[in-house]
Structure formats: structure tokens, C-alpha cells
């Protein structure tokens, strides 16, 4: 990895640049940057990416963002994943794409 150049993160922090422009300036992420001056940032974002991971509960797999979301956003995202059924595929059904159980054109057919 090539280091991250914290003396210039902070005096482009001192100039008020967010953190996703500083990345950009020094050829990074907003979060290696943050990283490089604030080392329990890592830790931090660990915990809101796995808090994420366990909120959503659709087979582990994090496709909505929750914490960037507006209330009404979140809240009908939220009752969007209450409507879609429970993920049971396994593996190789999600790697190919296979259809949601009920949700195949064929279970469609069959419910009309």
C-alpha cells in the first residue's frame, strides 16, 4: 500500500475539505484517509458496516444503505424488505441468478 501523506490530509482538513475531496486530491478513499488520521476510524466504520449487515437480514447482503437514507426512505425500504420474501436459495441459485422463491414467472403463473 503506499502511505498516506497525513500532514497534507490535515492541512486540506484545515482548508475545510470533506473527506471524500481529500481522497480524490491524494489519490485515495474518503475512508484510508480519514484511516490515516483518525486510526479508530477503522474500527468505527467496522461497526456501522456490520450493524448494517445485521439489520437487514435478507441474506446477509447489504443492497440498501440505511444509514444515508431520509426517514420516509429508510421506512420504505423497511417495509419493502418486510414484503419480499425470505432469501432460502443456496449458493450456486444466488450465483446464477435464480428468482426469489415465488417470484419466478412460472410461481406466477401458478398463483393466477
Known sequence: MIPVDVER???LR???KKWEAIG???GTSA????????PSWAEHRRD??????????YGGSAFVHLPDMTVAAKRRAEEMLQRVPRDTRDLTARLLG??????SAFDRRKQR
Open 48 to 57: 456501522q458496516v456490520n450493524a448494517n449487515r445485521n439489520t437487514l437480514g
Open 31 to 38: 475512508d484510508r484517509a480519514r484511516r490515516a488520521v483518525d
Open 98 to 103: 435464480d428468482p426469489l422463491p415465488g417470484r
Open 24 to 26: 480524490r486530491e491524494i
Open 9 to 11: 490530509v490535515l492541512a
Open 14 to 16: 484545515a482548508e475545510g
